[in-house]
């Protein structure tokens, strides 16, 4: 119990933080991005929940993304709904997305769950491009809301997403911690025996992607408020699903605070980067360094900092 | 009839998937880079030298299967032995697949590629319908390639050795044959049809380095359909989907051709994991 309080006493800090330095009106490209690194934050920790504590591996990072985007581009086109039910919504869409494929593919191995969510994004992309309500190929502008707080709207999403990213990381932690979390470390280590035990491993699996693909629709809903123009190619970028990947590896799949550390590690370096070199490039780096870690340190930097104390 | 020629070419492109995710139980995902590399090595010696791409492709096989055996031994080094494969090995291939897109977007551009011989214009009469070279050609080499493929571990020492592992890596070892070795071979072998699917593939159509998305969604499909590991299966997935994609595209577009994959792996999953022909 005394845990919890802590915890929440420390992301109430974090929030506290973020709205601190919002108020402050630093240079805006601070805010502009960390948006960026802490959308990051919320996609690694989301994906984590089913990659790290089940070991089910969702390569489908932009399908879930971009089902919270698009989600919002359609309320906000049809109601001009504010950005709470925005992002409520958004979530609420990914999660069932989540659901379905969980329900129709993770009863088999979990490699046939990887493969769906491959061609997932492909399937969603190709949906998209076909709907020209929601912009089609071409994409569609979006009016941000006037009057935001703190003078501009992207400082404004800025505090939206501090708050988000607590969120999901108390949730992460939460579910590490309770019997949930310890069910799925059941069956991520050997399904059959978890089962024989007595483990409901269908049910934790299905529960385990509807609140990953939830929290990743949360991160995507309010995307379109921030870059102002949604076309396809953006919201399915294929640097969500590397990343999604390549930061709870970098950090460490076994601890919320893994994912955290990869985000801010790595999606700070790819900030500094994108404005040195190419985003090509960018991408490429981001490639050999996951490859590298998964073979040389599987553990990720956490298990490396391990093996440094216990020596 | 168009359906029927991509069947052909899909065959030849899920041949690779068959046997190394179908028989070794491998997700390799990589496979459609390696297609598409396939095809972009064809490109350079196609338009440097006019060299006929499916010539390209036959000749780079031995190259092609130099690196997949490396990336098997690789493979194994790093996860089979440890018993991590199921998380960390996809992680693998899938970071193998985006260094292998990213690479070549890097050197070739974003720009459409494609490929230039003696038949490719040209058309033939079959039963009163016109067939264009472009496609028949990619479709008899895939249905030699699955013919020759099904004859090699039918027949061969070690085709059978293959199918051995796949079975019963245990008992293969109290044979004296070393599971490793075997399965470097296999792996090679998928790697080095992947070489020749990709010429065939610039053969039929313009190829960028994000055409490996498209393929990977058919790729596993067809595998899955057809029967994990089974090569006359993958054949007769493969022309089911090429036909069903045709009559999709003809009905209601070319972009809905994708979702056609998605949707027979999807079912298949759902209704019969073990495919048509499953054992």
């Known amino acids: ?311 | 009839m168009a359906g029927l020629l991509l069947g052909g070419f899909y065959a030849a492109v899920s041949l690779g998937v068959s046997l190394i995710f179908g028989l070794l139980d491998i997700a390799n995902i990589a496979q459609p880079a390696f297609v598409i590399l396939g095809a972009y090595a064809a490109y350079v010696f196609n338009s440097a030298v006019g060299l006929d791409p499916i010539l390209v492709g036959l000749l780079l096989t031995p190259v092609f299967y130099g690196v997949g055996a490396l990336v098997y031994r690789v493979y194994y080094g790093s996860f089979e032995r440890r018993g991590e494969e199921s998380l960390r090995g996809l992680v693998f291939f899938f970071g193998i697949l985006f260094i292998m897109e990213v690479s070549l977007s890097m050197t070739f551009g974003v720009d459409y590629r494609l490929v230039q011989a003696s038949y490719t214009g040209r058309s033939i009469e079959l039963a009163g319908v016109g067939v264009a070279f472009r496609y028949l050609v990619p479709c008899v080499v895939g249905v030699a390639m699955t013919v020759a493929l099904y004859l090699f571990l039918g027949r061969t020492f070690y085709g059978r050795a293959i199918m051995a592992v796949s079975q019963d890596q245990a008992a293969l070892r109290l044979m004296g044959a070393d599971p490793v070795q075997i399965k470097t071979i296999a792996f090679g072998i998928g790697i080095a049809a992947a070489s020749l699917a990709g010429a065939l593939l610039i053969s039929i159509a313009p190829v960028v380095p994000s055409t490996d998305r498209d393929y990977i969604g058919r790729m596993f499909a067809i595998t899955v359909l057809g029967g994990m590991g089974s090569i006359g299966g993958t054949l007769v997935a493969a022309v089911i989907l090429g036909i069903t994609e045709s009559l999709m595209s003809t009905f209601f577009g070319p972009s809905w051709s994708l979702a056609v994959s998605f949707g027979i792996l999807l079912l298949a999953l759902a209704i019969r994991p073990a495919g048509l022909f499953g054992r």
């Open chain 1, 1 to 311: 119990m005394r845990g919890i309080v802590g915890a929440l006493l420390v992301g109430g800090l974090v929030i506290a933080a973020g709205v601190g330095l919002a108020g402050a009106r630093v240079n805006p490209y601070v805010y502009f991005a960390g948006y960026v690194i802490l959308q990051y934050v919320v996609i690694a920790t989301a994906w984590n929940i089913l990659g790290g504590y089940a070991g089910y591996v969702n390569f489908g990072t932009p399908a879930f993304f971009a089902m919270g985007a698009y989600t919002a581009v359609l309320l906000i086109k049809s109601l001009r709904a504010p950005l709470p039910v925005l992002i409520v919504a958004g979530g609420l869409v990914a999660g069932l997305l989540g659901l379905g494929i969980g329900y129709l593919t993770l009863r088999l191995r979990g490699t046939f769950f990887s493969i769906a969510t491959l061609a997932l994004s492909v399937v969603l992309q190709t949906v998209i491009i076909n709907w020209e309500y929601v912009g089609g190929s071409r994409g569609l502008s979006v009016l941000r809301p006037a009057g935001p707080p703190f003078g501009s709207y992207v400082t404004f999403l800025f505090t939206v997403m501090v708050g988000l990213a607590v969120v999901a990381v108390l949730t992460a932690r939460f579910i590490e911690r309770s019997w949930i979390g310890r069910g799925l470390a059941a069956l991520r280590d050997n399904e059959e025996a978890a089962e024989c035990m007595g483990v409901p491993t269908l049910r934790l699996k299905l529960f385990a992607t509807t609140v990953s693909g939830f929290l990743l629709g949360v991160a995507g809903a309010p995307f379109p408020y921030y870059v102002t123009f949604v076309e396809p190619n953006s919201a399915f970028a294929l640097d969500y699903a590397v990343n999604a990947l390549a930061m709870p590896m970098i950090g460490g799949t076994t601890s919320w605070i893994g994912p955290v550390i990869g985000a801010v590690l790595l999606g700070t370096a790819q900030q500094l980067a994108t404005v040195t070199i190419s985003s090509e490039m960018n991408l490429f780096i981001v490639g050999v360094v996951l490859v590298a870690f998964v073979v040389l340190a599987p553990e990720g930097i956490l298990g490396l900092a391990r093996r440094l104390r216990g020596r």
